[in-house]
């Protein structure tokens, strides 16, 4: 008899789907993404939401006992009530060509089937042409549709996730263990998102089980990324705040012609631009923070991690200030076809094509930036 079988598709599916969400994080990082999404346009840079998106964000015990992210955005229609939260069902991509033109967080379908194969979810929606009528839904843990009811809804959609993990008992368990230091870690990772959504209006609570709810924080619409830091870090934080607006120029090491050089699909004389906007701490002593916790990277507006980045930022501020870490708020932005986000399921590491140049060009346009805006003098020579 033969060895070798196919696992059963319920196990794949539970295999598959604790990849995809591994931790608080996670959950939170793709209930968010979805609710910017339906509220975005495809005009201008990517990810852009368009204003007046209001995004509230509810927690309940820090998020073991539910996690609720509820929009304004387009709601959903009931064509696609079946087939949402299906894995790999997706209306943001249909063919891997369109990844280079994306202006959506969300690609790869996986989320919301991840989620019902390891919690309970559920949805509520309603478009506008359906208020003041909305649809719940709730799911098997394939994805597949168990049943729809109707209820009173305003415009937009709430995803509700209730017991993550509980047929992961020992995730579930870690979880519980260190539900404060993951809590802590979805706060500023929303605080991510808080600050780069210009325009949306993001609210954050908690309701720790006992007491009263807890109001994390807020920030308002129309507002800059400037506002919205001072909304999220206080306004103590944004005096002590440099602008970053550098243009990075590099020369392209294979010249014009290249397929790489025009991947960049910028100059005709092969050099290739990366705006950085921003914000850093001044590189004054006593202006910078004990600790570098307070650092939020972007490309195209998308909240991800550049270890790189970071530790080339940080080396130069530390050649003013020995003492202190920079609060860094670094929005890299560049042309699609310059990096990859498919790298990871959670899309936060990004690969950057001909990261030496673009960090050596950093560093030198840090080093006249902090020249011209500090009065100490470099205490070492990069
Ligand atoms: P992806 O975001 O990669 O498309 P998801 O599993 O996260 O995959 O979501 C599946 C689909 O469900 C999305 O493509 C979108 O059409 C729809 N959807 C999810 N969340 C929302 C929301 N908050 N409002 C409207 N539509 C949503
Ligand atoms: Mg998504």
């Not at 060895?3 to 608080?24: A, C, F, M, N």
């Not at 964000?57 to 539910?66: E, H, I, Q, S």
């Not at 440099?242 to 990075?248: H, M, Q, R, S, W």
Request: net charge neutral.
């Amino acid at each position: 008899m033969a060895t070798i079988k196919p696992i059963e598709g319920r196990s794949v599916h539970q295999i598959q789907s604790g990849q995809v969400i591994v931790d608080l994080c996670s959950v939170v990082k793709e209930l968010v993404e979805n609710s910017l999404d339906a509220g975005a346009t495809s005009i201008g840079r990517i990810p852009s939401p368009a204003p007046d998106v209001e995004l509230d964000v509810r927690f309940k015990g820090n998020g073991l006992d539910a996690i609720e992210v509820q929009d304004n955005g387009n709601g959903i229609a009931p064509e696609d009530f079946e087939t949402i939260a299906l894995k790999h069902y997706t209306s943001k991509l249909s063919s891997y060509d369109d990844l280079t033109s994306l202006h959506t967080f969300g690609f790869r379908g996986e989320a919301l089937s991840s989620l019902c194969a390891l919690s309970n979810f559920h949805i509520t929606t309603a478009r506008a042409s359906d208020v003041p009528r909305g649809t719940k839904l709730d799911f098997e843990q394939s994805g597949k549709l168990k049943s729809k009811s109707v209820i009173a809804s305003q415009k937009g959609t709430t995803v509700a996730v209730e017991k993550i993990f509980q047929n992961l008992p020992v995730r579930r368990k870690e979880l519980e263990k260190n539900i404060k230091r993951e809590y802590a870690k979805v706060l500023s990772l929303l605080q991510s998102y808080a600050c780069i959504s210009t325009g949306v209006r993001f609210s954050v609570s908690n309701h720790p089980g006992k007491g009263n709810k807890v109001v994390a924080f807020s920030t308002k619409s129309n507002s800059s990324t400037r506002d919205n830091i001072s909304n999220v870090y206080g306004a103590k934080t944004v005096l002590a705040l440099l602008t970053l607006d550098l243009e990075l120029e590099m020369q392209s090491a294979s010249g014009p012609s290249t397929q790489s050089a025009r991947s960049w699909g910028t100059q005709d004389d092969g050099s290739k631009k990366i705006q950085v906007r921003g914000h850093i701490s001044r590189p004054v002593v006593g202006e910078g923070r004990q600790t570098p916790d307070r650092q939020m990277f972007f490309v195209n507006s998308r909240p991800c991690t550049l270890p790189q980045v970071a530790k080339a930022i940080n080396e130069v501020y530390k050649s003013y200030n020995v003492t202190q870490s920079p609060f860094i708020f670094a929005n890299l932005l560049m042309d699609t076809n310059a990096y990859d986000v498919n790298v990871s399921p959670d899309k936060r590491t990004i690969l950057l094509h001909d990261q030496t140049a673009l960090l050596e060009s950093l560093k030198s346009s840090l080093v006249e930036l902090f020249d011209r805006h500090d009065q100490s003098v470099p205490q070492a020579s990069l």
